[in-house]
């Protein structure tokens, strides 16, 4: 039994557009905006770092303007959280767990198209981790929220750390898709227990 890499790849790239258009749309929420500021804000959100990795890789044009279905998936989430907002309990809650969940899959997904391009595996974690962090930064600078990026627990390194992972294991000829199942799984549990149990990189300057 044999699965193909680019749908399994696919797959994992719409559901980390869709996750990501759900954590801007959640933004927006939060800051009161009608159903056009959903979909214009979980849209950036979505597509921003792919955007950025494939035009530093010269991929042009970029994957949305190839693909319209991209935007598609982006345009549906948003206005589905617009109607499904109002009944979470907590906004802020439900966009630290997407934004988690976004984080672990593009960051699998940034890296393996890079490499898949002919990046250097360097190149590749750059990509994996720009792709995996570029969304939310533009989803919180267009809703003037702190950048996540910038909270304490860890977060850059759980991209860093799945893509790595990620690239390990596909060295390891390991069948299927078990190298970016364990790139995602890596990411998503580092995260998972940094917003736990508030888990920090040291920081000299934290206290300065």
Known sequence: MSFDLTAIVNIMGLSAVAVFAISGALDAARQKMDVLGFMLIGTATGIGGGTLRDVLLGNVPVFWIREPIWILI???????????????????????????VGLALFAVV???????????????????????????????????SNLTLMNEELYITTALAGSVVYLFLSLLNLPYSYDLIGGFLVAFMLRALAIR????????????
């Open 110 to 144: 940034g890296t393996e198209i890079a490499f898949e391009y002919g990046a250097s595996p360097l190149i590749s974690v750059c990509m994996g981790v720009m792709t995996a962090t570029f969304g939310g930064i533009a989803r919180d600078v267009l809703c003037g």
């Open 197 to 208: 149990f508030n888990i920090k990189l040291p920081n000299r300057y934290r206290n300065g």
């Open 74 to 100: 982006c345009l549906v989430s948003s206005a589905a959280t617009y109607f499904v907002a109002p009944k979470l309990a907590s906004l802020t809650r439900a966009l630290i767990w997407m934004d988690a």
